[in-house]
Each structure stands twice: as C-alpha cells, then as structure tokens.
C-alpha cells in the first residue's frame, strides 16, 4: 500500500471562515469558484426530459452528443475532430484526478503541471505513485516524465499561454515521448487585450498541432460557463487512439456520464448566447472587485482570463487571509496552489452581484481607514 495520502488543504481554512462568520455583516465566500448562477433553463428542461433513463447509458456518450461535442470545438475553440475522438466525464475534477491511472502510468515515471497550479494535477500523480513535477518551462521536464498538463487559462492566476507557447510544449512532450493534456475550462472568459477580443487558442488548435492530434487531448468543463458544476458534465477530446484507451479503462471502471445530464450537454452546447450572458456577469462583477483591491494596495498579477483575481501585497498569504477574515470575506491561500505563491490570494468572481459589491465596499472602507 502507498503512503498517506495529504491532508485535503480547504480544511485548513475552517477557522478563518469561522472568523468571517463572525462578522456583522456576515461571511463573503471568495474562495472557492463554485458558481452561483442559475443553470440555464433551456438545459433544465432538457435534464427534466430525459429523466425516464432506465437503462445503463453509455460511456462513450450518446451519438447526439459526440456530435454537439465535435460542433462545440468547431464553433467554439477552431479544431476539428472526429466523434470518436471525444468523451464525456465525470466532471473535469475526476478526469484530472485519474488521468494517471487511466493511463497507467506508475512509481518511475512524472506528471508535469504548471508551477503555479490547481492542486489535482499532483494529487493524480501521488494516487499512482508518480513523480510531481512543478515546472513552466518546457526544457526543465525529465526524461521520465509520461504526462504533461497545461492549463490555459490557469486557475489560480488566470495566465492565458499563446499559439506558440502551446506549440513549444507539444514539441517538447512529444520529445520525451509523453501525453500532454490542456484543461481549457475557463477558456471561454478572457479579459484583457488581446484575450478580450480574440479566441483564447487551444491545445489542439491547427496552429499548434497542424492536423496531428497524436499525444495531445484537451479537456473542457460545462461547470463555468454554464453553472453546471452540479450536474457534473464535462469532456474530454484529441488524439483518438488515446480517446481508446481512456474509453476502455472508464467502461472497466463504470464512469458514465449519466443519460439525464448528457441530454442536458447537448442542450448547453448547442445554446451560446446564455454562455455570452454570463461572461457579461464576471466580467461585471471583475469590474467591481478589481479596482477596490487595486486601491487597498493589492497588486493583481496575471488575471488576465479566467474566474479568479490573483492578488498579493506582499505579506504572506495567511497572514493576507486572515486579514480579510477580519473584514468578513473568506478568501484562498497561495499556499493551496503549490510552493511558488506563497504570498498570493486568490478570489473568486463566482459570488453573486451584491456579495461581490459588499466585499468591495469592506475591503475600501478598511482601506481607508
């Protein structure tokens, strides 16, 4: 058996969110990215419809939905692939979480992730005995390495890589002979120049990878631009050789994404004007909470897509945590997204309107004062 796996790092942010509490105005939740919108009703009802699943659904997902998968990457992300190139998950979390496994890496061999990073990358390696590897540049992987992660935009700091920043890290996985994954969720939510005009680039993007998926997949979560983080729909499409692979593991394994929400997938991908009406809710809330931090002497570093504001003054990142604790406002560490930010914060665009204002209002007047 393995070792002890780590404690899960939110627990450790209980009494600071205790300490929010205690506020008079009550606690602002910034810190984790769960969205708060409602689900759009067009995929409610397509979820209410299909609701007479009595049989097993597939793993691979109904034809109807291979096809809106591949229309989604077309329309929205400028790549083409084939049905059988795409797969519905279990959410993005579980695919992340078990990328390793289900491609059978073990103890001898890495998984790259960004230095800066959402924390499953290296719980994936560690449930299969793997080597973690925080790394950003492409020429510091090892030679042991299997299987490479790339998140654009990032969670936590929002950092978008380009065309040919995606295109060294392809070259370089395929050197070393390894799978590289881009998780792509927060792709749909760019807000600086150039990223607030033009299309956030893919992993598989033709201008990456030419028409040669080989090695490459990218991953996609409906959790964002949807709000469906509870129906836990998401996706997973590129080289269809390893879409094999993945595919023949998740049936042994049972993971299927169940019938009901792959009839809601479809109806959510097919719909792109309730996804341009959230982007205009973040990027409204972003417009409130930014220049408050701005004034209260935060510098946001990155930030440039993507759901969160990553901040710092500084200070290290609890002692900036329990500082807004003190104003009501529960916000995440640096520390939770490796080494390499440990004086940095996190705060989330995923509270609604009137949180986002008051939060903005506190952390102003405690400026001021």
């Not at 800066?116 to 973690?132: E, I, K, N």
């Not at 390495?145 to 790339?150: A, K």
């Amino acid at each position: 058996m393995r070792g002890p796996l780590p404690d899960y790092p939110w627990d450790a942010m209980a009494p600071y969110a205790e300490q929010a509490a205690r506020h008079p105005g009550g606690a602002l939740n910034l810190s984790v990215g769960s969205p708060v919108d409602p689900a759009p009703q067009g995929v409610r009802d397509a979820l209410a419809a299909a609701t007479d699943a009595h049989g097993y659904p597939t793993t691979a997902g109904a034809p109807r939905l291979r096809e809106a998968i591949v229309d989604w990457f077309v329309r929205r992300r400028g790549v083409t692939v084939e049905p059988a190139a795409v797969l519905p998950t279990v959410g993005s979390k579980e695919l992340v979480a078990l990328m390793p496994f289900l491609l059978g890496l073990g103890a001898g061999e890495a998984v790259a992730f960004p230095r800066v990073a959402y924390p499953s990358y290296a719980m994936g390696a560690a449930l299969v005995g793997a080597d973690a590897i925080p790394a950003d540049d492409p020429a510091d992987w090892p030679e042991h390495t299997r299987l490479v992660w790339i998140n654009s935009p990032s969670n936590p700091d929002g950092r978008v890589l380009g065309v040919d920043a995606l295109r060294a890290a392809v070259e370089r996985a395929r050197e070393l002979g390894a799978v590289i994954v881009g998780d792509e969720c927060y792709a749909e939510f760019g807000w600086q120049a150039p990223w607030d005009a033009e299309r956030i680039p893919s992993i598989l993007d033709p201008r990456v990878v030419g028409d040669d998926h080989s090695g490459v997949l990218a991953a996609y979560s409906l959790s964002k631009q949807s709000n469906l983080a509870g129906y836990r729909a998401a996706f997973v499409a590129g080289d269809p050789e390893l879409i094999d692979r993945l595919l023949t593991v998740r049936k042994h394994a049972g993971l299927m994404v169940p019938a009901p929400v792959q009839a809601a997938m479809i109806a959510a991908l097919g719909d792109e004007v309730h996804v341009a009406e959230q982007r205009d809710r973040y990027r409204a809330r972003r417009d409130v909470l930014l220049p408050a931090l701005e004034a209260a002497g935060y510098r946001v570093e990155g930030s440039e897509a993507g759901l969160y504001l990553w901040a710092t003054r500084g200070a290290d990142a609890w002692d900036a945590v329990a500082e807004f604790a003190e104003l009501g406002i529960v916000v995440g560490p640096g520390h939770f997204y490796g080494s390499h930010s440990p004086k940095h914060v996190r705060l989330a665009l995923t509270a609604r309107d009137e949180a986002i204002t008051e939060a903005a209002q506190r952390i102003r007047e405690a400026s001021a004062a």
